[in-house]
RNA sequence: GGAGGGGUGGCAGAACGGCUAUUGCACCGGUCUUGAAAACCGGCGUCCGAAAGGACUUGUGGGUUCGAAUCCCACCCCCUCCGCCA
């Protein structure tokens, strides 16, 4: 959510920032609520006099009364000024309502390096890495899972539909030492936090990180409670202080958690759909930092280096792509897309997306600290960034390491937790499978 | 799900429906001091206002009243016990 007083003071500016976004309803949206600021303002104004001359009276009422003298024509007076503050305080609660539901769906202003322009706008900022090719016809994930054994489209679409991929032998036990090994090299080696966190959320916290009100469509959702599965750990994590006032040296904080996560992706029907690419379900390790503002553009950093160490470490082609302005999220200022080379799809895939939200989330969540003993408090920053999404870090294992032979080496990290260099054949387990 | 107890400022903890939240600790500023501590004075939530000042704030939302932390209703959360359960 933006600052109202931002919005106040500097209008010109939130309206071309809005406008480099694409959004120019948005931009439009500062007149009305520049217009609605001011009527609400007024009547602020003229209900906090009304109350004033109310509590000098009603003051005046007691003293009265205790001295048993009558005060008949104060009460009738009072009844009707109190009939007036009345209808003044719901009318300033209905505007404030409407600059609520208008500033919800405002998204956040992009840092001023962020260029213009929508998704092909991309800038490359770092490669990592030699993208593979094979001497031999590279084979998608799909056909290399289903050969091997450790991918079932079609089980996990007839108990789930289609979107829910079952993972099977090898390639389960593939991606669970996968979150396992990355969970360690940022709980030991970058500092953060380990948690575990609840998978369904409420409709307060999802509006806390920007996916309601406006992505309603976008969240499963259960009927009975009202609780969302949450379509990234960033809601959970970035939510958990909501309300707290910290203190200074309570920041940073850095978390790292892995979960599912949900997705309807109901605008993407027909794009990317084969395998992996895109699936309803998935699991995420993320990483979610809690920053005092002017360390927040150098955290963001950090959060790449943090991701891009995973995969280098496993042997990977990637590269690093700042996001224009109009291809953002709603809550972020900025954000790198990380994409690995997947030779199999012949394409980069989004592994990771890193963004700083500054105080836009802060300011819906309620995620506050005091710089300093006897300073105001102050709205934090957020930053949240995948280190990594598992299925597509899977898929880009499996087609970059594959074999001639229809074999995939296991990266060297992984190995010793594997307790074998590779995945072949069918990994049924004849032993216990009968 | 049932019974009981409880939600007040950063923390602790008071307040017969009426002088509109006592106090302590912590913190900030000042006086004093070579410096600090102690002591003393002031400050220490949000909003409107250029300011003076005013309004709001006792989990949330309603209600009663001239006036509600206090009375009534609904809801939320925490604690204890019981039931159910991976």
């Not at 991606?175 to 959320?201: F, N, S, T």
């Not at 224009?324 to 895939?349: C, F, K, Q």
Request: net charge negative; hydrophobic share 40%; charged share 30%.
């Amino acid at each position: 959510m933006l600052d109202i007083r931002h919005i106040r003071d500097l209008p010109d500016q939130v309206r071309s920032a809005l406008r480099r976004r694409g959004e120019s309803d948005a931009a439009e949206a500062v007149d009305r609520i520049l217009d609605l600021d001011g009527s609400r303002r007024a009547a602020i104004t003229e209900a906090d006099e009304l109350k004033a001359r109310r509590n000098e009276v009603s003051r005046t009422i007691g003293e009265l009364k205790r001295k048993g003298e009558g005060a008949e024509d104060l009460i009738l007076e009072m009844r009707s000024v109190g009939e007036r503050i009345a209808a003044l305080d719901g009318r300033i609660r209905e505007v404030e309502e409407e600059v609520e539901r208008i500033l919800l769906e405002t998204p956040n202003i992009p840092l001023p390096e962020v260029q213009e322009g929508g998704e092909a706008d991309a800038v490359e900022v770092h490669a990592s890495g030699t993208p593979t090719t094979h001497p031999f016809p590279a084979l998608p994930h799909w056909e290399l899972g289903q050969s091997l054994g450790i991918l079932d489209l079609e089980r996990g679409a007839r108990i789930s539909g289609s979107g829910f991929p079952v993972l099977r032998g090898a390639g389960a036990r593939l991606q669970r030492i996968l979150v396992e090994w990355m969970m360690e090299i940022h709980r030991e080696e970058h500092g953060y936090e380990e948690l575990l966190v609840p998978h369904l959320v409420t409709r307060e916290t999802l509006t806390g990180t920007g996916q309601l009100p406006k992505f309603a469509n976008d969240s499963y959702r259960t009927e009975a409670d009202d609780l969302w599965l949450i379509p990234t750990a960033e809601v959970p994590l970035t939510n958990l202080h909501g309300g707290e006032l910290l203190s200074a040296e309570d920041l940073p904080i850095g978390y790292v958690t892995c979960t599912p996560c949900f997705r309807r992706e109901a605008g993407a029907a027909g794009k990317d759909t084969r395998g992996l690419l895109r699936v309803h379900q998935f699991d995420k390790v993320e990483l979610v930092r809690l920053e005092r503002p002017e360390r927040s553009r150098e955290a963001l950093e950090e959060l790449v280096r943090h991701a891009g160490t995973i995969l280098d470490r496993l042997g990977l082609a990637w590269r690093v792509a700042r996001l224009a302005a109009g291809d953002l999220g709603i809550a972020s200022a900025m954000t790198y897309d990380l994409e690995v080379w997947a030779p199999g799809v012949d394409r980069w895939l989004e592994v990771s997306s890193c963004s700083t939200c500054t105080d836009y989330q802060a300011r819906r969540a309620d995620l506050r600290f005091r710089p300093a003993p006897g300073e105001k408090p102050l709205y934090l920053h957020t930053l949240n960034g995948s280190a990594l999404a598992l299925p597509r870090l899977v898929v880009a294992i499996l087609e970059t390491f594959q074999e001639e032979d229809g074999t995939v080496r296991i990266p060297r990290v992984l190995r010793d937790r594997m307790g074998t260099d590779r995945i072949s054949g069918p990994s049924l387990s004849r032993s216990a499978a009968g």
